[in-house]
């Protein structure tokens, strides 16, 4: 593979790599869906204040919850400590114009914990937009290794522990050990049965489904 292609591929830095155009595509989506989207309050679950810096387009106002964050209030996000599957009473109790998550899903611990997720989506506001990877795209999306979703378990350890074009970096056993087994891609019919109702937007990338995500709006 040429350096050119490789960058292309796996630099998650490069506007010309997978994750950078499929960004600037799912933008460009949520706004067709939410054309309201710079007035709304919205709830983002398992997300931080850096990412919405960043944001193309800003909503009036934004809430993150993440078990990493402080909570704290900067350029407007507030961002409270706490779990997506279970948020804290300040947000519980709340009602939101619209929930968003990006790429949460696939890292919230299994079923039940996914399950408990998709509820608290349907329970904080009418109107959401929930994505994560596909798991059957060709290149794993955390650490950008082809198939590697799809590898023996002691193998995607060893990419884990030696790989690093991909957003994901470890350099002990341990740590691969967490990542891998933290990460748990999931299919179509999976994404239906959690949210029923909404419609499953496929996302791809040269014809193939990348990312599904699931809008209510």
Known sequence: MSNWLRDAVTDVNSRRSLSGRARARRWRHLLEFFPAFAEMRVLDLGGTPESWRLAPVRPASVTTVNLLATDSVTEGVIAIQGDACDPPRAVAHDRFDLVY????????????????????????ADRHWVQTPYRYFPIEPHWLFPGMQWLPYEARVQVSMRWNRGHVRTY???????????????????????????????????GLIKSLVAVRT
């Open 101 to 124: 998550s990006n790429s949460v899903l696939e890292h919230v611990g299994g079923h039940t914990q996914r399950r408990r997720f998709a509820d608290n989506v349907h329970a904080l």
């Open 172 to 206: 002990t056993r341990e740590d691969a050990q967490e990542q891998v087994d933290e990460i748990d891609l999931i299919g179509i019919s999976q994404m239906r049965r959690y949210f029923p109702t909404s419609v499953i937007w496929y996302e791809r990338f040269a």
